[in-house]
Protein backbone atom coordinates (compact mmCIF):
# COMPACT_ATOMS: atom_id res chain seq x y z
CA UNK A 1 0.00 0.00 0.00
CA UNK A 2 2.88 2.55 0.86
CA UNK A 3 4.48 1.81 -2.63
CA UNK A 4 1.07 2.51 -4.43
CA UNK A 5 0.47 5.73 -2.75
CA UNK A 6 4.60 6.79 -2.91
CA UNK A 7 3.53 5.65 -7.18
CA UNK A 8 0.71 8.04 -7.34
CA UNK A 9 2.17 10.74 -5.68
CA UNK A 10 4.92 10.62 -8.33
CA UNK A 11 2.12 11.10 -11.20
CA UNK A 12 1.11 14.52 -9.56
CA UNK A 13 4.24 15.93 -8.80
CA UNK A 14 7.23 17.46 -11.17
CA UNK A 15 7.46 18.28 -15.02
CA UNK A 16 5.86 15.45 -17.15
CA UNK A 17 8.86 12.95 -18.51
CA UNK A 18 10.13 14.09 -21.69
CA UNK A 19 8.07 11.94 -25.17
CA UNK A 20 10.97 8.98 -25.54
CA UNK A 21 13.09 10.04 -28.87
CA UNK A 22 12.88 6.78 -30.07
CA UNK A 23 9.38 6.48 -29.79
CA UNK A 24 9.30 10.07 -31.88
CA UNK A 25 11.13 8.18 -34.47
CA UNK A 26 8.93 5.55 -35.40
CA UNK A 27 6.21 7.49 -37.45
CA UNK A 28 7.12 7.26 -40.91
CA UNK A 29 5.19 7.53 -44.06
CA UNK A 30 6.60 3.80 -44.91
CA UNK A 31 5.38 1.69 -41.90
CA UNK A 32 1.77 3.09 -42.38
CA UNK A 33 1.74 2.33 -46.28
CA UNK A 34 2.90 -1.40 -45.35
CA UNK A 35 -0.65 -1.56 -42.82
CA UNK A 36 -2.72 0.75 -44.96
CA UNK A 37 -1.62 -1.92 -48.01
CA UNK A 38 -3.11 -4.62 -46.29
CA UNK A 39 -6.43 -3.14 -44.28
CA UNK A 40 -7.32 -1.42 -47.47
CA UNK A 41 -6.49 -3.98 -49.88
CA UNK A 42 -9.29 -5.41 -52.19
CA UNK A 43 -9.01 -8.55 -50.60
CA UNK A 44 -10.28 -7.74 -47.41
CA UNK A 45 -13.85 -7.13 -49.27
CA UNK A 46 -14.00 -3.78 -46.92
CA UNK A 47 -13.92 -5.68 -43.77
CA UNK A 48 -17.64 -5.89 -42.93
CA UNK A 49 -18.89 -7.00 -39.33
CA UNK A 50 -19.45 -9.69 -39.82
CA UNK A 51 -16.93 -11.19 -42.58
CA UNK A 52 -14.43 -13.68 -43.03
CA UNK A 53 -12.34 -10.78 -44.16
CA UNK A 54 -12.98 -8.54 -41.04
CA UNK A 55 -12.04 -11.93 -39.23
CA UNK A 56 -8.76 -11.76 -41.09
CA UNK A 57 -8.28 -8.26 -40.21
CA UNK A 58 -8.52 -9.12 -36.80
CA UNK A 59 -6.07 -11.78 -37.21
CA UNK A 60 -3.66 -9.17 -38.79
CA UNK A 61 -3.75 -6.70 -36.05
CA UNK A 62 -3.15 -9.20 -33.09
CA UNK A 63 -0.02 -10.74 -34.92
CA UNK A 64 0.95 -7.26 -35.02
CA UNK A 65 0.24 -6.49 -31.39
CA UNK A 66 2.23 -9.99 -30.25
CA UNK A 67 5.35 -9.18 -32.74
CA UNK A 68 5.62 -5.68 -31.09
CA UNK A 69 5.79 -7.35 -27.82
CA UNK A 70 2.46 -6.37 -26.44
CA UNK A 71 0.47 -8.57 -24.05
CA UNK A 72 -2.44 -10.09 -24.31
CA UNK A 73 -5.21 -9.42 -22.10
CA UNK A 74 -6.42 -11.98 -19.46
CA UNK A 75 -4.63 -14.68 -22.03
CA UNK A 76 -6.23 -13.31 -25.58
CA UNK A 77 -5.49 -10.86 -27.69
CA UNK A 78 -9.25 -10.92 -28.85
CA UNK A 79 -12.43 -9.90 -26.79
CA UNK A 80 -15.18 -12.10 -28.69
CA UNK A 81 -19.04 -10.62 -28.09
CA UNK A 82 -21.87 -12.03 -29.64
CA UNK A 83 -24.50 -9.81 -31.76
CA UNK A 84 -27.48 -10.62 -33.30
CA UNK A 85 -29.24 -10.91 -36.26
CA UNK A 86 -32.73 -10.19 -35.90
CA UNK A 87 -35.55 -11.34 -38.94
CA UNK A 88 -39.32 -9.57 -38.57
CA UNK A 89 -41.62 -12.18 -37.91
CA UNK A 90 -45.12 -11.88 -39.79
CA UNK A 91 -48.16 -11.13 -39.38
CA UNK A 92 -46.90 -7.80 -37.81
CA UNK A 93 -49.68 -5.90 -36.52
CA UNK A 94 -50.59 -2.18 -35.37
CA UNK A 95 -54.12 -1.14 -34.31
CA UNK A 96 -55.16 2.31 -33.31
CA UNK A 97 -58.94 3.20 -31.79
CA UNK A 98 -59.76 6.79 -30.62
CA UNK A 99 -63.30 8.03 -30.49
CA UNK A 100 -64.87 5.16 -31.55
CA UNK A 101 -62.78 4.74 -34.35
CA UNK A 102 -60.58 2.27 -35.32
CA UNK A 103 -57.38 1.96 -37.51
CA UNK A 104 -55.79 -1.58 -38.73
CA UNK A 105 -52.65 0.19 -40.02
CA UNK A 106 -51.22 -1.65 -42.78
CA UNK A 107 -47.42 -2.65 -42.81
CA UNK A 108 -44.89 -0.18 -45.13
CA UNK A 109 -47.80 1.63 -45.89
CA UNK A 110 -48.62 2.98 -42.38
CA UNK A 111 -46.03 1.97 -40.15
CA UNK A 112 -42.40 0.09 -39.90
CA UNK A 113 -40.83 -1.07 -36.88
CA UNK A 114 -37.16 0.16 -36.98
CA UNK A 115 -34.30 -1.75 -36.96
CA UNK A 116 -33.65 -1.08 -33.06
CA UNK A 117 -37.08 -2.17 -32.39
CA UNK A 118 -37.94 -4.47 -29.52
CA UNK A 119 -40.35 -6.95 -30.14
CA UNK A 120 -43.65 -8.25 -27.63
CA UNK A 121 -47.38 -7.53 -27.67
CA UNK A 122 -49.17 -4.29 -26.23
CA UNK A 123 -52.97 -4.52 -25.36
CA UNK A 124 -54.75 -1.28 -25.45
CA UNK A 125 -52.28 0.79 -24.20
CA UNK A 126 -52.89 4.54 -23.91
CA UNK A 127 -50.55 7.26 -26.68
CA UNK A 128 -49.19 9.81 -24.94
CA UNK A 129 -47.72 12.64 -26.93
CA UNK A 130 -43.95 13.00 -25.66
CA UNK A 131 -42.77 16.10 -28.15
CA UNK A 132 -39.06 14.82 -29.28
CA UNK A 133 -38.90 11.99 -26.36
CA UNK A 134 -35.99 14.30 -24.92
CA UNK A 135 -34.76 14.40 -20.95
CA UNK A 136 -31.44 17.02 -21.49
CA UNK A 137 -30.91 18.02 -17.77
CA UNK A 138 -27.81 20.45 -18.77
CA UNK A 139 -30.24 22.20 -21.50
CA UNK A 140 -33.14 22.28 -18.91
CA UNK A 141 -35.22 19.99 -21.19
CA UNK A 142 -37.94 17.85 -20.40
CA UNK A 143 -40.70 16.21 -22.55
CA UNK A 144 -41.46 13.90 -19.72
CA UNK A 145 -41.81 16.54 -16.87
CA UNK A 146 -45.16 16.63 -16.85
CA UNK A 147 -46.75 13.52 -18.16
CA UNK A 148 -46.73 10.04 -16.63
CA UNK A 149 -45.82 7.49 -19.82
CA UNK A 150 -45.85 4.36 -17.55
CA UNK A 151 -47.55 1.74 -19.47
CA UNK A 152 -48.48 4.20 -22.64
CA UNK A 153 -47.41 4.32 -26.12
CA UNK A 154 -45.69 7.39 -26.49
CA UNK A 155 -45.88 9.14 -29.90
CA UNK A 156 -42.89 11.16 -30.53
CA UNK A 157 -40.97 13.47 -33.15
CA UNK A 158 -37.95 12.64 -34.82
CA UNK A 159 -34.59 14.69 -34.39
CA UNK A 160 -34.77 17.43 -31.41
CA UNK A 161 -35.85 20.78 -31.11
CA UNK A 162 -34.13 23.47 -33.71
CA UNK A 163 -33.11 27.00 -32.27
CA UNK A 164 -30.79 29.28 -32.45
CA UNK A 165 -30.95 30.02 -29.41
CA UNK A 166 -27.62 28.74 -27.66
CA UNK A 167 -28.66 28.32 -24.51
CA UNK A 168 -30.35 24.76 -25.63
CA UNK A 169 -29.84 22.76 -28.24
CA UNK A 170 -27.36 25.39 -29.92
CA UNK A 171 -28.84 25.68 -33.21
CA UNK A 172 -27.61 22.41 -34.53
CA UNK A 173 -28.29 18.65 -34.58
CA UNK A 174 -26.72 15.35 -33.98
CA UNK A 175 -26.82 15.79 -29.96
CA UNK A 176 -27.08 12.22 -28.79
CA UNK A 177 -30.59 13.25 -27.71
CA UNK A 178 -31.35 13.15 -31.52
CA UNK A 179 -30.44 9.75 -32.05
CA UNK A 180 -33.21 7.07 -31.93
CA UNK A 181 -30.92 4.88 -29.45
CA UNK A 182 -31.46 7.62 -27.16
CA UNK A 183 -35.13 8.19 -27.05
CA UNK A 184 -36.09 4.69 -26.74
CA UNK A 185 -33.61 4.30 -23.35
CA UNK A 186 -35.29 7.60 -22.17
CA UNK A 187 -39.23 6.10 -23.14
CA UNK A 188 -37.70 2.84 -21.07
CA UNK A 189 -36.42 5.01 -18.46
CA UNK A 190 -39.64 6.42 -18.08
CA UNK A 191 -41.93 3.22 -18.39
CA UNK A 192 -42.90 3.61 -21.69
CA UNK A 193 -44.06 0.22 -23.43
CA UNK A 194 -43.42 1.23 -26.69
CA UNK A 195 -42.96 3.96 -29.25
CA UNK A 196 -44.39 5.56 -32.47
CA UNK A 197 -42.06 7.80 -34.17
CA UNK A 198 -43.05 10.64 -37.00
CA UNK A 199 -40.47 12.90 -38.59
CA UNK A 200 -40.57 16.02 -37.37
CA UNK A 201 -42.79 18.52 -39.79
CA UNK A 202 -41.55 21.85 -39.94
CA UNK A 203 -42.65 22.27 -43.70
CA UNK A 204 -46.43 21.17 -44.60
CA UNK A 205 -45.18 17.60 -46.60
CA UNK A 206 -46.15 13.92 -45.63
CA UNK A 207 -44.19 12.20 -43.88
CA UNK A 208 -42.63 9.10 -45.14
CA UNK A 209 -42.30 5.48 -43.21
CA UNK A 210 -39.02 3.95 -43.86
CA UNK A 211 -38.39 2.25 -40.54
CA UNK A 212 -36.06 -0.77 -41.72
CA UNK A 213 -36.32 -2.38 -45.29
CA UNK A 214 -36.75 -5.41 -43.27
CA UNK A 215 -36.43 -8.97 -45.56
CA UNK A 216 -39.91 -10.53 -44.40
CA UNK A 217 -41.34 -7.34 -46.09
CA UNK A 218 -39.46 -5.36 -48.73
CA UNK A 219 -39.45 -6.81 -52.42
CA UNK A 220 -36.08 -8.95 -53.38
CA UNK A 221 -34.62 -8.16 -49.84
CA UNK A 222 -31.80 -10.53 -49.24
CA UNK A 223 -31.92 -11.90 -45.80
CA UNK A 224 -27.99 -10.58 -45.53
CA UNK A 225 -29.64 -7.32 -45.15
CA UNK A 226 -31.25 -8.15 -41.77
CA UNK A 227 -29.89 -5.58 -38.65
CA UNK A 228 -27.84 -6.32 -36.10
CA UNK A 229 -27.92 -5.77 -32.97
CA UNK A 230 -26.15 -6.18 -29.66
CA UNK A 231 -28.34 -8.55 -27.05
CA UNK A 232 -30.81 -6.71 -24.96
CA UNK A 233 -30.81 -8.23 -21.60
CA UNK A 234 -33.54 -5.80 -20.59
CA UNK A 235 -35.51 -6.52 -24.24
CA UNK A 236 -36.33 -3.15 -25.65
CA UNK A 237 -40.08 -2.10 -26.85
CA UNK A 238 -41.34 -1.74 -30.09
CA UNK A 239 -40.57 1.10 -31.80
CA UNK A 240 -42.23 1.84 -35.12
CA UNK A 241 -42.25 4.48 -37.59
CA UNK A 242 -45.59 5.84 -38.32
CA UNK A 243 -46.99 8.06 -41.65
CA UNK A 244 -49.40 10.28 -42.61
CA UNK A 245 -52.60 7.80 -41.77
CA UNK A 246 -51.60 7.26 -38.41
CA UNK A 247 -50.73 11.26 -37.69
CA UNK A 248 -54.05 12.20 -38.98
CA UNK A 249 -55.93 9.64 -37.20
CA UNK A 250 -54.67 11.05 -33.66
CA UNK A 251 -53.99 14.40 -34.43
CA UNK A 252 -56.66 15.35 -37.17
CA UNK A 253 -54.78 16.72 -39.50
CA UNK A 254 -50.96 16.76 -40.62
CA UNK A 255 -51.17 20.59 -39.72
CA UNK A 256 -51.55 19.91 -36.54
CA UNK A 257 -48.62 17.67 -36.56
CA UNK A 258 -46.58 21.08 -38.29
CA UNK A 259 -47.74 23.35 -35.67
CA UNK A 260 -46.64 21.20 -32.46
CA UNK A 261 -43.09 21.04 -34.10
CA UNK A 262 -42.75 24.78 -35.22
CA UNK A 263 -43.77 25.40 -31.15
CA UNK A 264 -41.04 23.42 -29.66
CA UNK A 265 -38.89 24.41 -32.05
CA UNK A 266 -39.68 27.97 -31.35
CA UNK A 267 -40.57 27.74 -27.38
CA UNK A 268 -37.94 25.00 -26.48
CA UNK A 269 -41.24 24.59 -24.11
CA UNK A 270 -42.47 21.01 -24.27
CA UNK A 271 -46.20 20.18 -25.42
CA UNK A 272 -46.57 17.29 -23.74
CA UNK A 273 -49.98 15.46 -23.34
CA UNK A 274 -52.02 12.17 -23.42
CA UNK A 275 -54.21 11.64 -26.59
CA UNK A 276 -57.41 11.55 -25.57
CA UNK A 277 -59.77 8.16 -26.04
CA UNK A 278 -56.35 7.14 -27.63
CA UNK A 279 -55.02 3.74 -27.72
CA UNK A 280 -52.80 1.09 -29.69
CA UNK A 281 -52.40 -2.56 -29.21
CA UNK A 282 -49.69 -4.31 -31.66
CA UNK A 283 -47.67 -7.91 -32.19
CA UNK A 284 -43.67 -7.88 -32.92
CA UNK A 285 -42.25 -10.61 -33.24
CA UNK A 286 -38.20 -11.02 -34.14
CA UNK A 287 -36.15 -14.10 -34.75
CA UNK A 288 -32.73 -13.81 -33.73
CA UNK A 289 -29.66 -15.78 -34.54
CA UNK A 290 -25.96 -15.32 -32.70
CA UNK A 291 -23.35 -13.78 -34.54
CA UNK A 292 -20.00 -13.99 -32.51
CA UNK A 293 -17.56 -10.99 -33.58
CA UNK A 294 -14.18 -10.27 -31.92
CA UNK A 295 -12.25 -6.87 -30.67
CA UNK A 296 -8.68 -6.81 -30.98
CA UNK A 297 -6.73 -6.02 -27.33
CA UNK A 298 -3.28 -5.97 -25.99
CA UNK A 299 -1.61 -4.28 -23.24
CA UNK A 300 2.08 -2.71 -22.76
CA UNK A 301 2.47 -2.61 -18.66
CA UNK A 302 3.30 0.86 -17.05
CA UNK A 303 6.26 1.41 -15.23
CA UNK A 304 5.12 2.83 -12.22
CA UNK A 305 1.58 2.34 -11.55
CA UNK A 306 0.57 -0.58 -13.62
CA UNK A 307 -2.73 -1.36 -12.80
CA UNK A 308 -4.08 2.23 -13.77
CA UNK A 309 -4.40 2.17 -17.94
CA UNK A 310 -4.99 4.64 -20.99
CA UNK A 311 -6.83 3.12 -23.73
CA UNK A 312 -5.68 3.79 -27.45
CA UNK A 313 -8.86 2.84 -30.01
CA UNK A 314 -9.87 3.15 -33.44
CA UNK A 315 -12.67 0.65 -35.39
CA UNK A 316 -11.11 -1.63 -37.56
CA UNK A 317 -14.32 -2.61 -39.40
CA UNK A 318 -16.08 -0.78 -42.76
CA UNK A 319 -19.11 -1.64 -44.70
CA UNK A 320 -18.27 -4.25 -46.98
CA UNK A 321 -18.71 -4.55 -50.90
CA UNK A 322 -21.67 -3.70 -53.36
CA UNK A 323 -23.47 -2.61 -56.61
CA UNK A 324 -20.51 -2.15 -59.11
CA UNK A 325 -19.73 1.55 -59.24
CA UNK A 326 -18.87 2.73 -63.55
CA UNK A 327 -15.74 1.02 -63.07
CA UNK A 328 -16.84 -2.22 -62.14
CA UNK A 329 -15.33 -1.72 -58.35
CA UNK A 330 -17.24 -3.34 -55.48
CA UNK A 331 -15.48 -2.88 -52.80
CA UNK A 332 -15.61 -0.31 -50.02
CA UNK A 333 -12.12 -0.57 -49.08
CA UNK A 334 -12.75 2.15 -46.58
CA UNK A 335 -8.51 3.56 -46.48
CA UNK A 336 -9.39 6.32 -44.40
CA UNK A 337 -12.76 5.21 -42.76
CA UNK A 338 -10.98 3.38 -40.73
CA UNK A 339 -8.06 1.62 -42.26
CA UNK A 340 -6.35 5.27 -41.22
CA UNK A 341 -7.10 5.10 -38.09
CA UNK A 342 -6.45 1.20 -37.09
CA UNK A 343 -3.15 2.39 -38.88
CA UNK A 344 -2.69 5.04 -36.59
CA UNK A 345 -3.21 2.80 -33.60
CA UNK A 346 -0.73 0.08 -35.09
CA UNK A 347 1.78 2.64 -35.20
CA UNK A 348 1.20 4.07 -31.85
CA UNK A 349 1.54 0.39 -30.66
CA UNK A 350 4.85 -0.32 -31.95
CA UNK A 351 6.61 3.35 -31.03
CA UNK A 352 5.63 2.29 -27.49
CA UNK A 353 6.01 -1.02 -27.42
CA UNK A 354 9.73 -0.90 -28.56
CA UNK A 355 10.88 2.13 -26.72
CA UNK A 356 13.48 2.10 -24.43
CA UNK A 357 11.31 3.29 -21.76
CA UNK A 358 8.05 2.73 -20.31
CA UNK A 359 4.98 5.30 -19.73
CA UNK A 360 4.39 5.37 -15.94
CA UNK A 361 0.67 4.00 -16.56
CA UNK A 362 -0.54 0.75 -18.75
CA UNK A 363 -1.53 1.73 -22.22
CA UNK A 364 -4.29 -0.13 -23.58
CA UNK A 365 -4.72 -0.77 -27.37
CA UNK A 366 -8.19 -1.78 -28.78
CA UNK A 367 -9.12 -2.09 -32.47
CA UNK A 368 -12.97 -2.50 -32.64
CA UNK A 369 -15.17 -4.09 -34.65
CA UNK A 370 -18.92 -2.94 -35.84
CA UNK A 371 -18.66 0.36 -34.80
CA UNK A 372 -20.10 1.25 -38.59
CA UNK A 373 -23.13 -0.67 -37.39
CA UNK A 374 -23.68 1.23 -34.32
CA UNK A 375 -20.54 1.65 -31.97
CA UNK A 376 -21.32 -2.46 -31.22
CA UNK A 377 -17.72 -3.09 -30.19
CA UNK A 378 -16.93 -0.45 -28.02
CA UNK A 379 -19.85 -0.45 -26.04
CA UNK A 380 -19.42 -4.41 -25.69
CA UNK A 381 -15.83 -3.58 -24.28
CA UNK A 382 -17.02 -0.64 -22.05
CA UNK A 383 -19.86 -3.23 -20.71
CA UNK A 384 -18.06 -6.19 -20.59
CA UNK A 385 -14.43 -4.45 -19.82
CA UNK A 386 -12.04 -6.96 -20.20
CA UNK A 387 -9.71 -4.89 -17.16
CA UNK A 388 -11.62 -2.67 -14.32
CA UNK A 389 -13.54 0.51 -15.70
CA UNK A 390 -12.52 2.78 -13.12
CA UNK A 391 -8.62 2.44 -13.74
CA UNK A 392 -9.19 3.75 -17.16
CA UNK A 393 -7.73 7.35 -17.14
CA UNK A 394 -8.32 8.64 -20.62
CA UNK A 395 -9.19 7.15 -23.90
CA UNK A 396 -7.52 8.44 -27.47
CA UNK A 397 -9.60 7.88 -30.43
CA UNK A 398 -8.27 7.62 -34.00
CA UNK A 399 -11.10 7.66 -36.68
CA UNK A 400 -10.61 8.93 -40.35
CA UNK A 401 -7.39 10.60 -40.26
CA UNK A 402 -6.34 10.03 -43.41
CA UNK A 403 -7.40 13.24 -45.79
CA UNK A 404 -5.65 16.05 -43.83
CA UNK A 405 -5.78 19.12 -45.93
CA UNK A 406 -3.97 22.45 -45.46
CA UNK A 407 -2.23 20.85 -41.80
CA UNK A 408 -6.18 21.10 -40.13
CA UNK A 409 -6.84 18.59 -37.72
CA UNK A 410 -10.39 18.11 -35.65
CA UNK A 411 -10.52 17.49 -32.28
CA UNK A 412 -13.75 15.91 -30.76
CA UNK A 413 -14.40 15.96 -26.91
CA UNK A 414 -13.51 19.27 -26.31
CA UNK A 415 -16.70 20.48 -24.65
CA UNK A 416 -16.28 17.35 -22.10
CA UNK A 417 -13.37 17.03 -21.73
CA UNK A 418 -10.69 20.07 -21.61
CA UNK A 419 -7.77 18.90 -19.58
CA UNK A 420 -7.30 16.72 -22.51
CA UNK A 421 -7.49 19.69 -24.91
CA UNK A 422 -4.81 21.39 -23.14
CA UNK A 423 -2.17 18.38 -22.99
CA UNK A 424 -3.47 17.81 -27.04
CA UNK A 425 -2.20 21.34 -27.54
CA UNK A 426 0.65 21.65 -25.72
CA UNK A 427 1.88 18.00 -27.19
CA UNK A 428 1.17 19.59 -30.50
CA UNK A 429 2.64 22.75 -30.16
CA UNK A 430 6.46 20.20 -29.37
CA UNK A 431 5.67 18.33 -32.78
CA UNK A 432 8.39 19.40 -35.54
CA UNK A 433 5.24 20.52 -37.73
CA UNK A 434 2.26 21.49 -35.72
CA UNK A 435 -1.61 20.53 -37.12
CA UNK A 436 -3.81 23.50 -36.81
CA UNK A 437 -6.20 22.66 -34.76
CA UNK A 438 -9.73 23.31 -35.37
CA UNK A 439 -12.43 22.60 -33.04
CA UNK A 440 -16.00 21.78 -34.72
CA UNK A 441 -16.79 18.56 -34.73
CA UNK A 442 -18.77 17.77 -31.37
CA UNK A 443 -21.48 17.22 -34.12
CA UNK A 444 -20.01 14.16 -34.64
CA UNK A 445 -19.07 13.18 -31.29
CA UNK A 446 -21.51 10.36 -30.48
CA UNK A 447 -20.84 8.65 -34.24
CA UNK A 448 -17.45 7.49 -33.13
CA UNK A 449 -16.17 4.67 -30.42
CA UNK A 450 -14.92 7.62 -28.12
CA UNK A 451 -18.56 8.04 -27.17
CA UNK A 452 -18.96 4.57 -25.42
CA UNK A 453 -16.26 5.38 -22.95
CA UNK A 454 -17.50 9.21 -22.54
CA UNK A 455 -20.81 7.61 -21.54
CA UNK A 456 -18.85 6.52 -18.44
CA UNK A 457 -17.24 9.01 -17.82
CA UNK A 458 -13.63 8.64 -19.12
CA UNK A 459 -11.61 11.79 -20.48
CA UNK A 460 -11.92 11.08 -24.25
CA UNK A 461 -10.26 12.52 -27.44
CA UNK A 462 -11.31 12.05 -31.16
CA UNK A 463 -8.94 12.87 -34.11
CA UNK A 464 -10.33 13.32 -36.96
CA UNK A 465 -9.51 14.73 -40.22
CA UNK A 466 -13.18 15.01 -41.64
CA UNK A 467 -15.78 13.78 -44.13
CA UNK A 468 -15.29 13.86 -47.67
CA UNK A 469 -16.67 13.37 -51.21
CA UNK A 470 -15.38 9.20 -50.58
CA UNK A 471 -16.96 8.54 -47.24
CA UNK A 472 -18.84 5.62 -47.30
CA UNK A 473 -18.30 5.30 -51.39
CA UNK A 474 -15.98 3.22 -53.40
CA UNK A 475 -13.39 5.53 -53.72
CA UNK A 476 -12.03 5.74 -50.57
CA UNK A 477 -8.55 4.24 -52.02
CA UNK A 478 -5.51 4.10 -50.01
CA UNK A 479 -3.68 6.18 -52.97
CA UNK A 480 -5.47 9.19 -51.55
CA UNK A 481 -4.25 8.81 -48.32
CA UNK A 482 -1.93 11.79 -46.78
CA UNK A 483 0.21 9.71 -45.43
CA UNK A 484 3.38 12.03 -44.00
CA UNK A 485 0.21 13.71 -42.02
CA UNK A 486 -1.59 10.40 -41.00
CA UNK A 487 1.85 9.96 -39.33
CA UNK A 488 2.35 13.07 -37.48
CA UNK A 489 -1.55 12.63 -36.27
CA UNK A 490 -0.73 9.50 -34.76
CA UNK A 491 2.60 10.46 -33.67
CA UNK A 492 0.47 13.41 -32.02
CA UNK A 493 -1.89 11.25 -30.17
CA UNK A 494 0.89 8.76 -29.11
CA UNK A 495 2.34 11.94 -27.29
CA UNK A 496 -1.33 12.31 -25.60
CA UNK A 497 -1.27 9.15 -24.04
CA UNK A 498 2.58 9.01 -22.87
CA UNK A 499 1.13 12.73 -20.94
CA UNK A 500 -2.12 11.29 -19.38
CA UNK A 501 0.41 7.94 -18.25
CA UNK A 502 1.90 10.15 -16.54
CA UNK A 503 -0.47 13.13 -14.82
CA UNK A 504 -3.35 13.27 -11.97
CA UNK A 505 -6.14 11.90 -13.91
CA UNK A 506 -7.87 14.55 -16.43
CA UNK A 507 -11.47 15.92 -15.79
CA UNK A 508 -14.49 15.02 -17.66
CA UNK A 509 -17.26 17.53 -17.48
CA UNK A 510 -20.32 15.56 -17.96
CA UNK A 511 -23.38 16.50 -20.68
CA UNK A 512 -26.22 14.62 -19.49
CA UNK A 513 -25.98 11.36 -21.60
CA UNK A 514 -23.66 9.66 -19.21
CA UNK A 515 -24.75 6.73 -17.04
Known amino acids: MILLLCALALLGTGEPRPFPADVDARFTPKRALDHLGVLAADSMKGRDTPSRELEISAEYIAARFRQFGLEPINGSYFQQYNLERLDLQLPCTVTLSRGGQTLEAVIKTDFMPFEETGDGSISQAPIVFAGFGITAPEYSYDDYASIDTKGAVVMILRGEPENADTSKFRGRQFTWYSTLRSKIENARKHGAVGIMLIDALRTPRKPFVTGFPWASVAKNAKRDTRPLQLPDTTRSIPCLHVGERVATFLFDSLGAVNALTLQLDSTLTPASRVIAGARLSCSVRIAREKVPVRNVHARLPGATVPHEYAVVGAHYDHIGVGKAGDDGDTVFNGADDNASGTTGLLLAAEALATSSQRPDRSVVFVAFSGEEKGLYGSRAY ?19 IGRCENNKLSIG ?103
Not at 382 to 400: E, G, I, Q, T
Not at 423 to 448: H, V, W
Open 413 to 515: GNERCPDMVTINEEENALLERPMTLAYDIEKYFFRSDQASFARRRIPVIFFFTGEHADYHKLGDHIEKINLDDLSNIARLATRVTWRVTQRPRTRYVPGGFER
Open 382 to 400: VDASPLPLDSCVAMMNMDM
